[in-house]
């Protein structure tokens, strides 16, 4: 089983609008190619006619056991309404976690007006993910999105699950320690690369991952992801292959931990 945790289904091709419908039709159709059960669907912190509203998504994948939403936050421009429709959405069971841009936006992780949002996904039991690391925008910040930012985060709200995107690339490192040592923090492996693969960097990110593994043990906090469409999902199944692990491990990270964490009913896929 394969459960993909960082999809998009935003129109990163501005010159042209794509509807939503046709988006997620292309979605489906490379889960089906490459064998993908379960793909978690992350919406932006910014709505525009290239990328849809948590509500739009939300209405568009009603019915389909394997896609599930993740609401993007924007940390500038929220307000008391949207507050009360993602609470909604969480009591409802429509949404399976928050996601939060730092980096593309200008805060940490740790301010206090994001405060009301990690209440809610306690109260809720549901995943905070943050974007972490380098910016595919050259106009992202990258000091508000370093992976250390994190572990104030894990320290002052114990309760609260915390999800690194893109494993902090570049401070691989430091992301490590983080999950390391808080009990309460994940990271998944999306994201690493534009497109697929090179043969070189494959080789490089192979060594990184899996020294990460070596120093924070049993990856039981691992998650597989790919940032589809802005990565290959082919290239990424590749990818995983030539990662030295036993097959035990590295189910817990292509299915089983997502499921544990995100709450997948998976014998209904």
Not at 169 to 190: F, L, R
């Amino acid at each position: 089983m394969i459960i993909d945790v960082h999809t998009h289904i935003n129109n990163y091709h501005e010159d042209r609008v794509t509807s939503l419908e046709a988006s997620l039709d292309l979605l489906k159709e490379n889960m089906k190619a490459n064998n993908v059960d379960y793909s978690l669907v992350l919406t932006s912190y910014k709505v525009n006619e290239h990328r849809p509203s948590t509500k739009q998504v939300v209405e568009a994948i009603k019915g389909y056991k394997s896609l599930g939403v993740i609401s993007g936050i924007s940390y500038l421009h929220y307000n008391h309404r949207d507050i009360c429709e993602i609470g909604k959405y969480l009591e409802q069971g429509h949404i399976k976690g928050l996601k939060f841009y730092p980096g593309y936006e200008p805060f940490y992780p740790n301010d206090t007006r994001l405060k009301v949002w990690y209440e809610m996904a306690i109260e809720f039991d549901v995943p905070v993910m943050f974007h972490s690391g380098d910016t595919y925008s050259p106009t992202g910040k990258v000091k508000y999105s370093h992976p250390l930012h994190l572990d104030d985060l894990a320290v002052d709200y114990p309760e609260l699950k915390i999800v690194i995107c893109h494993v902090g690339n570049p401070w691989i490192k430091d992301c490590m320690e983080v999950v390391y040592k808080n009990d309460n923090v994940y990271a998944d492996i999306s994201g690493l690369v534009l497109g697929d693969f090179s043969e070189k960097f494959e080789r490089y990110m192979k060594k990184e991952i899996e020294e990460m593994i070596t120093y924070a043990g049993d990856p039981k906090y691992l998650l597989y992801g790919t940032d589809w469409p802005l990565c290959n999902m082919k290239s990424y199944l590749k990818f995983m292959d030539q990662l030295e692990l036993a097959d035990d491990k590295k189910e817990l990270i292509f299915w089983k931990n997502a499921a544990e964490l995100f709450k997948i009913n998976v014998d209904g896929l």
